[in-house]
């Protein structure tokens, strides 16, 4: 700090910023000197930002006698409902789609204009219908407030600066505006009011220092971030009482991959599962949505659920959330539950489904289900109508409650100061009665869900060394060490982005910086030589590529020679676990074998799975790994195939026979597959409970019986015959595997003759059932395990408008348009039926012997086609091989 400035200050001056930032580096300072002076203590230093500043003196007025004349200051949130509800109402806000956004962007314009002194300006300008617009609400806008005699933060500095010439105003005896790169003409107005009220304001910046200054060139912006990254903790380690800082213009729009570099190069092991926070070296100036934390996010999740509806995907981590009660408790049986219900949940829920579901479930999740229903009940009482905001906020912190938000298990820092800020958020929300009338549920959590995305919060953090700032933030700041990245010719200067809701020229004309490619230079300019000269080594950096562009460095920066940054390389966590101990290459194919005769779940599928893929087969049959569903609308194609199975099943266990086909009334086959229909949706209701409701079940039910009757009618193409079984459990034992089966059914001819059938509502094809590797091979394993006389296997294909069987049989008189297998078009791979029913029996044992003895090989029968709905990718890492086979291959 400047020893004259510390000497003012001593002396009772105060000290104005212009942003936070600054104001809280000039304190640290201050106490630091006064630390290293020896004082015990000594008052604290009288330094505020401007807007903090003026704040404090209209705070004063309200305790004088000058309040009854003061108007009543609107806090930030109220400004932006009221601006939202003027342009609503107006006849230029009613085509518009965005009306928040709209008016963020008009409530910039205002301060804008108050900043600058535009408005009285505005009229004489020439205005197209954005800006006529604009006019038409802030004279409304204006209007409103001076009704109710409210101001707001664009017009206090003008409110205080036209009584402080009132005793009655506090004022210090002297001010200093110290690190202003601009002083706007308002706040020139208002140190000019200061002084004319006997204090004595000057300014002041911080001096220049001289110091090594190198420019450097990265290949793209990942590899710029890494070695800041890297130079900073190099810094830092020579010299841990440096000051450091690294300048990242758009900081917002890189603040994620900041984080995540520099937190891996400062902390390799930072993210690893179940390591507790460490405190980082680095701290970055710009918060995050307050909205996107965790805690904050499931406490409107809980939200979105108490109202109309809310997508399963959303609920579903809502209902695995530790910020519930229970959470912990209930952890794994919660996962299941989960699990449970993207079988059976629709793809958007309500509340009462979700609850239903619960319910239905009894997953052993005792307390979410308490929970889920008094959330339920409160919703009828509480959660309807219109009420003022005071009044939701308290609905909604009670019913956040009730499901016992935040918890059980205790807070961490970070944690425990975002529910703090959510508590400011919800006040803040509460006291929109101000400026709002009743309003639905739907719109006031609408609403606090914007109050919490524009609220940017930071957990606070001890003081740590390394800066990561925005392109403004390091105005009138020292430091030993700084890096400014991201200064391309492309990006820096900046581009003009003036406000829409103002004439573009009157921008220019007043000198405002973001309304002109000149402003925008002069300020890069400016900014440029400050960060020359405030630090004893200051690295430029820009990238040379970005995707397909190529960039070289900015103008402002290219008389700073290049140079070469010796940087040391930083291991990263995986190169340190590599280097512990001697890797060793090898391909472990073998899992362990199974005893005899084991028994194995999964019926037909575990011989499927095994053709395609022996990881597969080992990775759904032995160790149990699956992908979770994705619950869908309604019915997906497997659950209409299971509705035609069940109907058929049900009429032919009634039928029996050909005969008994032909012989039946029409009225009376009518009512068969009706009852069968009936059972079959009531069936697939007790399994997903919000399926098919109201007059869905109905249209499902005809069509189940008329896909039935259809079906039935090719089927009196046929020769006479007798179903012996339908949906009959088999058991059977094939290369020292036992499975347990289910057929779908079982007929014989008069003449003795048995045909294996499988129902199929979708395409199938009798050659998938040849072939070492069948797709299909769970027709032949019931002829090889429990029909070896079989005559016959086929597809019944119940497809409305192309019902046919698609059949490899041994003679041509057993199906309709099916030829006998020595004459059909696969007679090439097999010379008769005979031969077929060997080979199976030799590619089934094998298959089977394969999964007992424990081949887990990851061998798609037919890359990429096997693995492209298979739900164990992640697990065998299938293109991770192939790209590293390609590779090898390339070497």
Not at 94 to 108: F, G, H, N, T, V
Not at 378 to 391: D, E, N, T, V
Request: glycine share 6%; charged share 25%.
């Amino acid at each position: 700090m400047r020893p004259d400035l510390a000497q003012q200050i001593e002396a009772g001056c105060a000290v104005v910023t212009p942003n936070r930032r600054l104001a809280a580096y000039l304190k640290h300072e201050y106490d630091a000197r006064q630390t290293q002076a020896g004082k015990p203590a000594w008052p604290t230093a009288d330094i505020l930002p401007f807007s903090a500043f003026v704040e404090r003196a209209y705070g004063d007025a309200l305790y004088s006698s000058q309040a009854a004349g003061l108007p009543i200051l609107l806090a930030p949130a109220q400004e932006l409902a009221l601006w939202e509800t003027i342009i609503r109402e107006s006849e230029s806000g009613k085509p518009l789609l965005a009306i928040p956004e709209a008016a963020a962007r008009a409530r910039d314009a205002w301060q804008l204009a108050h900043a600058w002194g535009l408005l009285p300006r505005l009229g004489k300008m020439p205005l197209n219908d954005d800006v006529r617009a604009f006019r038409e609400w802030a004279q409304r806008y204006e209007a409103v407030t001076r009704r109710e005699r409210h101001t707001d933060g664009a017009r206090l500095a003008d409110v205080v600066a036209s009584r402080l010439a009132s005793p009655e105003f506090r004022k210090p005896p002297s001010l200093v505006h110290y690190g202003f790169d601009l002083v706007m003409p308002q706040q020139a107005v208002f140190f000019q009011a200061l002084a004319a009220a006997g204090c004595e304001v000057a300014g002041a910046g911080p001096h220049p220092r001289g110091g090594e200054h190198v420019r450097v060139a990265c290949a793209d912006s990942e590899e710029e971030m890494r070695r800041a990254a890297a130079w900073a903790r190099a810094r830092l380690e020579a010299n841990s009482a440096a000051r450091i800082a690294v300048v990242v213009p758009e900081l917002a729009k890189h603040r994620n991959a900041i984080q995540r570099i520099f937190s891996s190069v400062m902390e390799p092991d930072y993210a690893l599962p179940g390591r507790r926070h460490p405190v980082l070296p680095f701290n970055i100036s710009l918060g995050e949505a307050l909205n996107s934390y965790p805690l904050v996010n499931a406490a409107f999740l809980a939200l979105e659920l108490a109202g109309r509806e809310i997508d399963f995907e959303r609920a579903s981590r809502l209902i695995r959330s530790p910020f519930l009660a229970g959470a912990e408790a209930e952890m794994a049986r919660r996962a299941r539950l989960d699990a449970w219900l993207r079988e059976r949940a629709e793809p958007v829920v309500t509340l009462d489904r979700l609850l239903a579901l619960v319910m239905h479930e009894n997953a052993g999740c005792p307390v979410l289900a308490r929970q889920l229903a008094a959330l339920a009940e409160f919703r009828k009482s509480r959660l309807f109508g219109g009420q003022l905001p005071s009044a939701w906020a308290r609905a909604i912190s009670e019913a956040l409650a009730l499901i016992g938000f935040p918890g059980e298990r205790g807070l961490d820092s970070a944690e425990f100061q975002a529910l703090a800020k959510w508590h400011e958020v919800v006040a803040d929300f509460a006291a929109l009665d101000r400026v709002l009338p009743r309003t639905g549920y739907t719109d006031a959590v609408s609403r606090l869900r914007r109050m919490a995305a524009d609220a940017l919060f930071q957990p606070e953090t001890p003081d740590v060394p390394i800066q990561v700032l925005g392109e403004l933030e390091a105005t009138g700041m020292k430091f030993d060490h700084l890096w400014v990245m991201g200064l391309s010719d492309e990006t820096w200067p900046r581009a003009p982005h003036p406000n829409p809701f103002l004439p573009a020229e009157l921008q220019r004309a007043a000198g405002v910086p973001q309304g002109s490619a000149t402003g925008m230079l002069e300020l890069a300019r400016r900014l440029t030589g400050e960060w020359l000269a405030c630090a004893g080594e200051v690295v430029l950096s820009h990238p040379l590529h970005e995707d397909d562009r190529e960039f070289k460095p900015s103008p402002l920066i290219v008389a700073v020679p290049e140079g070469a940054l010796a940087l040391p390389e930083f291991a990263t966590y995986r190169s340190a676990v590599h280097d512990l101990r001697q890797i060793g290459h090898g391909e472990d194919t073998q899992a362990p074998a199974l005893g005899a005769a084991a028994l194995v779940g999964g019926g037909t599928m575990v011989i499927r799975d095994q053709a395609a893929c022996p990881f597969r087969a080992f990775a759904r049959h032995r160790v149990g790994g699956e992908g979770l569903k994705s619950p869908h609308a309604g019915l997906d194609a497997m659950e209409r195939g299971t509705l035609a199975h069940r109907v058929l099943a049900h009429a032919w266990s009634q039928l029996k026979t050909r005969s008994a086909l032909d012989a039946i009334a029409d009225a009376d086959l009518d009512a068969l597959l009706a009852r069968a229909a009936e059972d079959a949706v009531a069936r697939i209701r007790r399994e997903r409970p919000t399926v098919l409701s109201g007059r869905f079940a109905g249209i499902e039910r005809r069509r189940l019986a008329r896909l039935a009757r259809e079906w039935l009618e090719q089927e009196k193409q046929r020769g006479g015959f007798t179903v012996l079984a339908t949906e009959d459990k088999r058991r059977i034992e094939i290369g020292g595997l036992t499975l347990n089966a289910r057929l779908d059914r079982i007929d014989e001819t008069d003449d003795g003759r048995r045909i294996v059938i499988d129902y199929k509502t979708g395409k199938a094809s009798p050659g998938t059932m040849l072939g070492e590797r069948p797709d299909e091979p769970q027709l032949p394993l019931y002829v090889i395990g429990t029909e070896p006389d079989a005559a016959a296997v086929a597809f019944a294909l119940v497809k409305a408008g192309e019902m046919s069987f698609s059949a490899l049989a041994r003679d041509e008189d057993l199906l309709p348009d099916t030829k006998a297998f020595s004459e059909s078009r696969y007679r090439d791979r097999h010379g008769s039926w005979q031969e077929v029913v060997a080979a199976w029996r030799a590619d089934l044992a094998r298959i089977s012997a394969g999964f007992v003895a424990g081949d887990a090989a990851v061998d798609p029968k037919q890359y990429p086609n096997t693995c492209r709905y298979c739900d164990v990718k992640p697990f065998c890492r299938i293109y991770e091989r192939l790209e590293n086979a390609i590779e090898e291959d390339a070497e």
